[in-house]
Each structure stands twice: as structure tokens, then as C-alpha cells.
């Protein structure tokens, strides 16, 4: 299990990778090479919720289910964020494949890719036999609302932070609950692999973790393909962190951050000194390995109530 583990989650980590490079790209040159390289979709039946439609050749039953996890990731988005419905905007965009060697046949991303966005569409396929068979696509669906929705124009850190957030909360009774853990999800599955040793500036020399300025820079691209698992537990605990620590003390300046972009200056102006901030991060990442996320589970505060503080 934990061999397969290493093998899905190193392929699916650079198939995210992949799916941002994509999207970072021009969107213009996008879909040039979108439609130079003719269409990926699947020759499958199309299918409508409210605020998606999809082409999918896996069941109707699991597609009914993954275009039920994009609803739910639409809804607490929009929660998250304060942000108003759509109304009258097309929909977005999902390809559905029935499995991963008909995903693979038509991959238009890296070799290695298990999930992409390439903008307007989120590609990926349905995972039978796993207890988490949507979070891949709720990943690259928040990329896209990231994108599509918010237009936003994120850090890497920020649009991977994110993403991974959105993409390991538990799906309860068709509710995303933000901020949640589900295990069954990339990056937690490797959380308690992380053997921390309650020093962070070892941690960080031993390279068990990623060095808070390393993250937020974002430049070093041959250290995160090496060690993409401690990038993406770095992504989502600096976010889980920036929306959760001490009842939120700094969601509002994280929502400010996520606006302006993400760079080592905006982090500091509205969240504070990065070398003080690794330290509570640091701690804050120690209890949730540790199994403390049950203490941590809290919705987000409201945005109003951050305007407040
Ligand atoms: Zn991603």
C-alpha cells in the first residue's frame, strides 16, 4: 500500500505540477496549442449540474458523483471567498475518463500526469477502488475557479496551497467541509511520514521540510520535482495554517495575500516576518502530523468577521 502510495502520489504530483505549469502559461497561447493538437475530449456522453458540464466515459453513477464533488467545492468556494453565483456565465468545464489508461491515451499534459487543467478544462479520471475517488478533480476544479471564477493570479505556493486544501477536506453528506482532513488524500497521506524532530532549522537542513522563504519564492523548480511531496505538504499546511491558526488570527490577511498574489513582500506586509511566521507554521504542522487535526477542524472564519478584526 505504501509502495503504491510513493508510485501514485509521485505521479500525480507532477501530473499537478504539470496541470499548473499549464496553467500559468499565457492562457492565449493555451488555447492555440489546444486546438493545434485537436480535441481530448472523449467521444462519451455530456452531462449538466449547475455549474458544470462534463463529457465522461466512465459510469453515470461516478460521474453523477464527481460532478457532485465539483458542486460541493463550487459551494464552499464561493463560502470561502464571499463570493457571488455565477449567473449566466458558462459553465465550466470537466472531462471525465472512465479509467487511467483511456486517461493516458489522451493526455495532452506531461507523460506523467494523473490530473491536469488546461485552461478552460479539468482533466482527470475516475479512481474505482479508492476511498477518495473525487479529490483529484476537486483539486484541478479549484485551479480552475482559482482561475475562472476569482481570476485570480497566484504565487505558485498560494494556487498549489489552495488547491491542496480544497482538494484533502472531507466530503460530508455532499457538503465540502474546508479545512476538514481527509486522509485519503495527496498531500495528508504523507503527513505522517514526515518524522519531524521539533527543530525546524534541521528539519529544514535535513530536508524533511521546505524552508518557508524556499516555498513562498517559488523559483527553485529542480528541488521541488526532486522533493515534490515536502512542496505539496508545505502548500497545504502554510495554507491550512494561514486560514485556521489561533481561530483565524490570520485569515483576513491571507485572503488580502491571495488577492495580491503571494510574493515574499505581500507575505510579509499582511502576514508578518517570514523567519517568526516558519516558527508557528512549524509548530502548527508538528500538531496536525501528530494526529491533532481534531483540535483544528474549524469552518474558516467569515470574511466579514476578518474585516472585523
Ligand atoms: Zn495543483
Given amino acids: 500500500m505504501r509502495g503504491s502510495r510513493w508510485v501514485w502520489s509521485a505521479a500525480a504530483l507532477l501530473a499537478i505540477g504539470g496541470g499548473v505549469y499549464w496553467w500559468a502559461r499565457d492562457r492565449a497561447e493555451n488555447q492555440a496549442s489546444a486546438t493545434a493538437s485537436g480535441a481530448a475530449l472523449p467521444a462519451g456522453p455530456r452531462y449538466e449540474s449547475a455549474h458544470y458540464r462534463a463529457t465522461s466515459t466512465a459510469t453515470p453513477e461516478q460521474t453523477r458523483a464527481v460532478l457532485a464533488a465539483a458542486e460541493a467545492l463550487h459551494a464552499a468556494y464561493l463560502q470561502a471567498f464571499d463570493l457571488k453565483d455565477e449567473a449566466g456565465r458558462a459553465k465550466h468545464q470537466l472531462v471525465l475518463y472512465g479509467d487511467r489508461a483511456q486517461f493516458r491515451a489522451n493526455n495532452r499534459s506531461s507523460a506523467w500526469a494523473e490530473a491536469y487543467y488546461l485552461a478552460p478544462t479539468c482533466y482527470a479520471y475516475y479512481a474505482e477502488g479508492v476511498a477518495n475517488p473525487y479529490h483529484w478533480m476537486v483539486h484541478e476544479a479549484t485551479h480552475q475557479l482559482n482561475h475562472e471564477l476569482a481570476v485570480l493570479k497566484p504565487a505558485k505556493w498560494v494556487n498549489e496551497g489552495l488547491a491542496s486544501y480544497f482538494g484533502a477536506s472531507r466530503l460530508e453528506g455532499g457538503h465540502l467541509r474546508p479545512g476538514t482532513i481527509d486522509p485519503d488524500t495527496y498531500p495528508i497521506w504523507w503527513l505522517g511520514e514526515l518524522g519531524l524532530s521539533g527543530d525546524p532549522e534541521a528539519d529544514i537542513r535535513q530536508g524533511r521540510i521546505v524552508a518557508?522563504?524556499?516555498?513562498?519564492?517559488?523559483?527553485?523548480?529542480?528541488?521541488?520535482?526532486?522533493?515534490?511531496?515536502?512542496?505539496?505538504?508545505?502548500?497545504?499546511?502554510?495554507?491550512?495554517?494561514?486560514f485556521h491558526y489561533e481561530d483565524g488570527k490570520y485569515a483576513a490577511g491571507f485572503r488580502a495575500l491571495i488577492r495580491d498574489g503571494g510574493t515574499r513582500a505581500d507575505f510579509e506586509r499582511r502576514i508578518g516576518p517570514v523567519e517568526t511566521i516558519q516558527r508557528e507554521w512549524y509548530d502548527y504542522l508538528?500538531?496536525?502530523?501528530?494526529?491533532?487535526?481534531?483540535?483544528?477542524?474549524?469552518?474558516?472564519?467569515?470574511?466579514?468577521a476578518d474585516a472585523a478584526r
Fill in 212 to 242: 518557508l522563504r524556499t516555498l513562498i519564492a517559488g523559483t527553485d523548480r529542480a528541488d521541488l520535482n526532486r522533493r515534490f511531496n515536502q512542496y505539496y505538504i508545505g502548500y497545504w499546511s502554510l495554507t491550512h495554517f494561514l
Fill in 286 to 304: 508538528q500538531e496536525v502530523a501528530g494526529g491533532g487535526e481534531a483540535t483544528l477542524v474549524r469552518p474558516i472564519p467569515p470574511p466579514r
